[in-house]
Structures are given as structure tokens and as C-alpha cells.
């Protein structure tokens, strides 16, 4: 059984900076991909940012252009940490932010909601203008 548990989230300013943690526990697969989603109040649930990776080396990162440059997905040390550092972050970033996981032997995931199982109870990000 795969679980994911969020943390990192929090109330900032427009401008400021946070890092959200994911720790997953259980065997998700040699091959897998991991990633951030977002939905706000009234919004469906959006791919932020996701990685393909065999736990040593990173395949693959895709980006939601909304914040290509601003935000940066990373593996932990440990085979079962993600981290998504969030920079220069504005109002409209502000959303529960879940963490996401799928076994993929081969191929490469995107952003797609329906392309994940697991998934993380999630963390709320508060940005005010």
C-alpha cells in the first residue's frame, strides 16, 4: 500500500517562497513518476509539475506553463522524497496542493489527473496579494 503525505504549505505574501515536501511510503514500482497538483475552491484539479524516475536518475520533468520558471520539482536524497520549491509565488498560486504517484515500467507521464493512483491528503498554499 502506497501512502503520500504532504507538508510545507502555509500563508506567504505575494513575492515570497515555500517548499512543499512529500514523503511516500510503500513500493510505488522500479519505475515511477511523482508529482504536484493543485485545485482551487470551484477549480478542477491541475497538474503542477511531475518527474519520471527509476529513484537514481531523473527521466523526465513537466511543467504547467502557468509556472515554468518560477517553481522547481526535485527527487530528496531517499527514493521516496519529492519536493516542490515554490518561488516569487502570486495570489493566484494559492490552492490545496497534492502530491501524486504512479507505477510506469516504461514511457514517460505528463499531467493528466487520470494518469495517477496514489495520491497525498494534500497541503494548502495561502498567497496574498
Known amino acids: 500500500q502506497v501512502q503520500l503525505v504532504e507538508s510545507g504549505g502555509g500563508s506567504v505574501q505575494a513575492g515570497g517562497s515555500l517548499r512543499l515536501s512529500c514523503v511516500a511510503s510503500g513500493y510505488i514500482g522500479s519505475r515511477y513518476c511523482m508529482g504536484w497538483f493543485r485545485q482551487a475552491p470551484g477549480k478542477e484539479r491541475e497538474g503542477v509539475a511531475t518527474?519520471?524516475?527509476?529513484?537514481?536518475?531523473?527521466?523526465?520533468?513537466d511543467y504547467a506553463d502557468s509556472v515554468k520558471g518560477r517553481f522547481t520539482i526535485s527527487r530528496g536524497n531517499t527514493k521516496n522524497t519529492l519536493y516542490l520549491q515554490m518561488n516569487s509565488l502570486k495570489p493566484e498560486d494559492t490552492a490545496m496542493y497534492y502530491c501524486?504517484?504512479?507505477?510506469?515500467?516504461?514511457?514517460?507521464?505528463?499531467?493528466?489527473?487520470?494518469?495517477?493512483?496514489?495520491w497525498g491528503q494534500g497541503t494548502q498554499v495561502t498567497v496574498s496579494s
Open positions: 518527474i519520471t524516475t527509476d529513484g537514481l536518475n531523473t527521466y523526465y520533468d
Open positions: 501524486a504517484a504512479e507505477n510506469v515500467p516504461y514511457g514517460f507521464c505528463g499531467r493528466r489527473r487520470d494518469e495517477y493512483t496514489y
